[in-house]
Structure formats: structure tokens, C-alpha cells
């Protein structure tokens, strides 16, 4: 399916320490990954689209690079057979922390990305995901994971990877069932409590899901909360630094709550809340 194919290219947000630039790269460098299946126009119409020209360094990503690091987690019919995904990656002054904008990403939030990537450690980075078309963003991360590994000159353990493909993946799932707002928050509420105790068993792990999700209004699947409790059962055992996970999480919490106070929003709801008082006031005068 064509709008699953951003999620490989998210792959690249995550490594196992704190992302540290190599000495070439500094505040300001920018990297951009591109789908191998993109057309010419398209690629064009991406980097302007990015505010970069054709001399800007890129990576390329393959439909089986996806498949490669996708294949466990979704079906290959899923994942589909072109590569088209495509992001931006400025490096940032240390300390200014991790922001996300998408655009034509319409599963796959950017909280959900700013997650993930406090699993990986990931930090102090400006990202940027788009595509030509609407995608469901659950294949973006393996050009980003390609990306970081070609400048920081690292190599990012294969479980990291897997753990970061599998935390996307289920966190996009569980957000087209229950709302990508509240997926987001089940997770980022269940990684704070691991964060601050990283050795709780695997059946603590299910009961503090269990009780966060109740404390959320939500109802899990047996299978959701056996994935959920899987997943962060591995992501503990993880060499992930949780101290830098807590920061970064108030990142996301702010993000949020900026997104619930922006002019746009307040604008939206203000509209439907004008609406709803015309629909009473219309029937109250039918009964005058």
C-alpha cells in the first residue's frame, strides 16, 4: 500500500546512546534522505518543498531496506513495493532539543516520531518528514536510521532498530483504533514510569500498562497489551540512557499542549462550539 511507505525512513532517529554529531557534522548541517522510487519531479518538488538545492547531502533508501527492517511488524502487502518516503535532518546547538514537522503524514503523529525517538536517545535535532502524497507515516524510519549511522560514523545495534521499528509500528496501530493523541499518551505516560524504573519485571511492565491505560479511559485488546508489555520489556533491557528519556519526554508534553493551545486549534473549536449552539437555537425556536 502506497501510504505505508514512510516508516523505514524514521529508522535513522534511533541509536542506542545520545546521538552525538562526528566531528564533521555541526550545528546547522543538514541531511536529507530520499525514497528510491521517487520520479524526478517529485525529487525536485521535495527539496524545494525542504529549502535545500540539489548539491545538499543525501542518502537514498530502497523498498527492500524497508522490508528489511518492517518485515516482523507488518505485512509485506503493507509495506508495499515502492520507496518514496523522504525527510530533512538540521543538526541543532546542543541543548536546544528535538523537534518533528510532517506533512502528508496522515497516521503517524509527531509526537509518535518525538517518542520513538526518546527511546533512541536522540536529541537536539531539527526533523522534517514529508512525502508527495499523502502516507500513512508508519515507513519512516530506515532513511533517517541510514542517515544518522553515514554522518555521526556509527554503527546502531540491530536490536535498537528492531525495538524502534516495533515501537512505531505499534504505537500507529493502537492510534487508528483508539486516536493517535491517545496512543501517544499511553506511551509516553508507560515510558515515564519505566524511565524512573528501569528494572521492573515484565509483569510490572503489564500491570502499570494495564492501570495507564485504565487511568486514560482506554480498553486494550489482550493482544494490544501483550504487544505493548513485549515491547517495553525489550526497550528496558535496551542500553538506553532513561535520565535523558525524562528530559526529552517534557519535550513531547510541551509539544502537545502547544498543539492544543495554537490559534488554529482554539480557532476549530471555537467554530464547532458556534455550531452547536446554532443547531440547539435552531431547535428551541421550532418549539416557540
Known amino acids: ?25 555541526a550545528p546547522g ?50 509495506i508495499g513495493t515502492k520507496a518514496i518516503s523522504s525527510a ?19 497516521h503517524v503523529t509527531e509526537e509518535m516520531y518525538m517518542n520513538a525517538l526518546t527511546t533512541a536517545g536522540v536529541k537536539d535535532a531539527e526533523i522534517f518528514v514529508t512525502a508527495p502524497f499523502a502516507v500513512s507515516g508508519t515507513a519512516a524510519l530506515t532513511g533517517i536510521l541510514k ?30 483504533r483508539i486516536g493517535a493523541e491517545k496512543a501517544s499518551e499511553l506511551v509516553t505516560k508507560v515510558k515515564e514510569e519505566v524511565s524512573q524504573n528501569p528494572s521492573m519485571s515484565e509483569e510490572e511492565l503489564k500491570t502499570l500498562i494495564q492501570k495507564t491505560a485504565k487511568d486514560l479511559g482506554i480498553e486494550l485488546t489482550d493482544e494490544e497489551l501483550n504487544g505493548l508489555t513485549s515491547l517495553f520489556n525489550r526497550m528496558k533491557d535496551l542500553n538506553i540512557d532513561w535520565d535523558q528519556v525524562q528530559t526529552q519526554l517534557k519535550d513531547i508534553k510541551d509539544n502537545v499542549g502547544e498543539i492544543l493551545n495554537s490559534e488554529e486549534t482554539k480557532s476549530f473549536l471555537q467554530k464547532l462550539l458556534d455550531f452547536f449552539i446554532a443547531i440547539i437555537e435552531a431547535i428551541k425556536n421550532l418549539f416557540k
Open 88 to 106: 530533512k535532518i538540521t543538526i541543532a546547538e546542543e541543548g536546544k532539543g528535538l523537534s518533528v514537522k510532517t506533512n502528508n503524514i496522515n
Open 147 to 176: 542517515a544518522y549511522e553515514t554522518t555521526a560514523q556509527i554503527e546502531i545495534p540491530e536490536e535498537q532498530k528492531q525495538v524502534a521499528n516495533e515501537e512505531m509500528v505499534k504505537t500507529s496501530e493502537l492510534g487508528q
Open 1 to 25: 500500500m502506497k501510504a505505508i511507505c514512510l516508516f523505514a525512513l524514521m529508522a535513522g532517529m534511533f541509536m542506542a546512546a545520545p546521538f552525538k554529531a562526528s566531528a564533521d557534522a
Open 29 to 78: 548541517d543538514v541531511i536529507v534522505t530520499l525514497g528510491e522510487n521517487l520520479t524526478e519531479e517529485q525529487k525536485t518538488a521535495v527539496l524545494e518543498e525542504m529549502g535545500v538545492d540539489a548539491n545538499v547531502q543525501t542518502v537514498t533508501v530502497s523498498n527492500k531496506e524497508e522490508h528489511e527492517y518492517l518485515g516482523d511488524y507488518m505485512s509485506k502487502a503493507q
